[in-house]
């Protein structure tokens, strides 16, 4: 296709402005407290990795870290497992209240979490997962698992049906075709799930702090704490802030391939 | 292709039934159950019918003023975040390399603020606006702009969206450009052989193709932002006044804030239907495209 040099203007305009605000989060990050309040500066005059090393020596900070990555982890495993099954039906049968069965997994999406966390916290702590990465997981499972059904059922639609015919002519197993043949040629599927699943678990919070107290914390709880002493640690929740980008840029980055191979979500 | 009839498919569905109930189903009951009753001292709950709904629906009492305010502003919001964000993801997935060294790095970049916590992104934002402090709203200045988010509910407003617009524009250039890289490029050489402009080549061929991708983008765009929290409670927290109160905000400041459990319920209630209809107009309707198309 023979594209002009406006497009090419147009997104580089379009990156600069995405990257403006993420600068000043990494500028703010390296000035201190009453650098950033004094007033404007848009090359840090004496930049330091001083919160940096603070956060990444702090065995709090490191423990939330690694909390929210855990359950983040566990949500993604479960919502693409349980959801690819359910997705191939959806694609490959028609069954009594299909169609309402998909809808009411979608209305799911439109929980307002703000409404439910109260409920959510009576929930988990009747069942004893309170205050466990597992009470987060299942949580985010209420959105991520509706979204992972409809993407993936996208994809699964785009494998023409002869090849479930072929492979049920041949003598396979439902499971051992379904992992052998089957899963292969939806691996960009996947790959695209399980991002869109790490995304939305890993930047929702509410819910995060709601399900925790202290043994696990996330990140995201760690955070608010600066808020709190002697004022705002802005410079400290803006290091925390750049370090919470590295998993997601790493997770896309792992996935940029799958995402550049392209999906219509089937039925070209 | 048409699909089997096999209920037996249930048994494929029964985990993600289970999974998503377990988490669903309690929050929704404790929700209705709030909702129809009133609480006189500490846990002590009586059978209050309807009122609270009907107060809610009543633009002439203080909470159904407050509710149908609310809802006027979420909806012009969400229609505004709809109409930029949608056909600016497009033309920016149109512009994205298609091939070579430079598509890894634009999609990491692209994606960054889509992976940036709810409110760290509210709290960059918060700087970032100040006048005094922040290169945005000190450049706004700068231009002769009376530009203040905290006290001037244009700014504030008009912040918000900007910030969705950063936020979330990135998502729908992500499913677009992924729904753009799966058209084959026998089409695009057929065009050529036509001599097709580059116009029609996008209403004719990318559009059409586009067309799933871009229900799954509008209805997440459309619900979040219909449901938007964080951003303006961390930036403005509703105001100046209420011109950010939008009804996520609200409800947290009724159930919360005056913890009047039974009006927040019933207005968490409403809320829910309403987005739900919306989105099963919106659906439907798109689904129906998908049959006369197949016709």
């Known amino acids: ?268 | 292709m048409k699909k089997t009839l096999n209920n037996r498919a249930w048994l494929l569905v029964a985990p993600v039934m289970i999974v998503v109930l377990f988490s669903a189903l309690l929050p929704v009951m404790t929700v209705v159950n709030y909702s129809v009753q009133d609480a006189m001292a500490e846990n002590h709950f009586f059978w209050n019918g309807d009122a609270w709904f009907r107060d809610l629906l009543d633009p002439s009492t203080e909470i159904g003023a407050r509710f149908s305010g609310a809802l006027e502003r979420n909806l012009i919001f969400s229609f505004v975040v709809l109409l930029i964000e949608v056909p600016l993801g497009i033309a920016l997935s149109l512009a994205l390399p298609r091939r070579g060294w430079a598509v890894g790095p634009s999609l990491v970049l692209i994606a960054l603020p889509m992976l940036i916590p709810w409110n760290v992104v509210g709290t960059m934002w918060q700087i970032f606006a100040r006048a005094d402090i922040g290169l945005f709203g000190a450049a706004l200045n700068d231009l002769g702009l009376n530009y203040n988010d905290t006290q001037d509910p244009v700014s504030a407003w008009f912040t918000i969206l900007l910030i969705d617009v950063w936020h979330w524009t990135p998502l729908v250039i992500l499913l677009s450009y992924a729904g753009l890289r799966a058209i084959p490029d026998a089409f695009y050489q057929a065009a050529q052989i036509d001599a097709a402009s580059r116009w029609s080549v996008f209403l004719k061929i990318e559009l059409p193709k586009l067309q799933r991708v871009l229900v799954l983008a509008i209805l997440l765009r459309f619900m979040q932002s219909f449901m938007i929290y964080t951003e303006p409670f961390v930036v403005t927290g509703g105001g100046p006044g209420n011109a950010t109160t939008f009804l996520s905000i609200d409800l947290v400041k009724i159930a919360l804030g005056q913890v009047d459990l039974g009006s927040a319920a019933a207005m968490s209630l409403v809320y829910y239907l309403i987005t739900i209809t919306l989105c099963y107009i919106f659906f439907t309707a798109m689904t129906q495209l998908d049959l006369l198309k197949e016709e």
């Open chain 1, 1 to 268: 296709m023979n594209r002009g040099i406006l497009p090419k203007l147009g997104l580089a305009v379009y990156l600069l402005c995405l990257l403006l605000p993420i600068y000043w989060l990494i500028n703010m990050s390296l000035r201190s407290n009453e650098d950033i309040m004094s007033g404007l500066v848009i090359w840090p005059r004496h930049p330091s990795l001083v919160k940096y090393s603070f956060i990444l020596h702090d065995p709090t900070w490191v423990h939330g870290f690694l909390v929210s990555l855990t359950y983040v982890a566990i949500n993604t495993v479960i919502s693409v497992t349980i959801a690819l099954p359910a997705a191939y039906a959806f694609s490959r049968y028609r069954f009594i209240g299909d169609k309402h069965l998909f809808f009411w997994l979608l209305t799911n999406l439109m929980a307002p979490t703000a409404v439910f966390a109260l409920p959510f916290f009576n929930l988990y702590y009747a069942v004893g997962l309170f205050d466990t990465v597992w009470a987060v997981a299942l949580a985010h499972c209420l959105f991520n698992v509706p979204l992972a059904v409809w993407i993936l059922e996208g994809f699964i639609s785009g494998v023409p049906r002869e090849i479930d015919e072929t492979a049920a002519i041949d003598g396979y197993s439902f499971p051992h075709f379904f992992v052998r043949i089957f899963l292969p040629l939806i691996a960009n599927g996947v790959g695209v799930t399980a991002f869109f699943c790490f995304m939305f678990s890993w930047v929702e919070q509410l819910l995060a702090t709601t399900l925790t107290a202290t043994n696990a914390l996330p990140f995201a709880a760690v955070m608010s704490r600066t808020y709190s002493a002697s004022g705002m640690d802005w410079s400290l929740l803006a290091a925390a802030g750049v370090l919470t980008m590295i998993p997601g840029a790493l997770v896309i980055w792992f996935v940029r391939n799958h995402i550049a191979k392209g999906f219509a979500l089937g039925r070209v």
